[in-house]
């Protein structure tokens, strides 16, 4: 079993920047693939980035390209999600998501196992 829990949300000027961690606990061997995914109101939940936790390749959606960035820490067994040049799009509740099924690197949240309880991001002036 994996559990997550998100933190590092909150609100911010359009420019700004938030870091969002997800602290993970279970065996590493097990938690094959690490994703970010947002939800807005009224919209279907989206993916964001995703990270191989063994081996620390990633993903980002083509939106969050450049502005966005996800790492792991296996030592603190942690996955951070650095957040830059934030504009009022990128408003919205952010999960973290666990995939112990595959390895294979996918924006599919289908895929994804475990997910934690989200933590709300506002980008507003």
């Known amino acids: 079993q994996v559990q997550l829990v998100e933190s590092g949300g909150g609100l911010v000027q359009p420019g700004g920047s938030l870091r969002l961690s997800c602290a993970a606990s279970?065996?590493?061997?097990?938690?094959?693939?690490i994703g970010w995914f947002r939800q807005a109101p009224g919209k279907e939940r989206e993916f964001v980035a995703t990270?191989?936790?063994?081996?620390?390749?990633?993903y980002y959606k083509d939106s969050v390209k450049g502005r966005f960035t996800i790492s792991r820490d296996v030592a603190k067994n942690t996955v951070t999600l650095q957040m830059n040049s934030l504009t009022p799009e990128d408003t919205a509740v952010y999960y973290c998501?666990?995939?112990?099924?595959?390895?294979?690197?996918?924006?599919?949240?289908?895929?994804?196992?475990?997910w934690g309880q989200g933590t709300q991001v506002t980008v507003s002036s």
């Open positions: 998501a666990a995939s112990v099924i595959r390895t294979i690197l996918t924006t599919d949240p289908k895929q994804y196992d475990y």
């Open positions: 279970g065996r590493t061997v097990s938690r094959n693939l």
């Open positions: 990270i191989n936790w063994n081996y620390g390749s990633t």
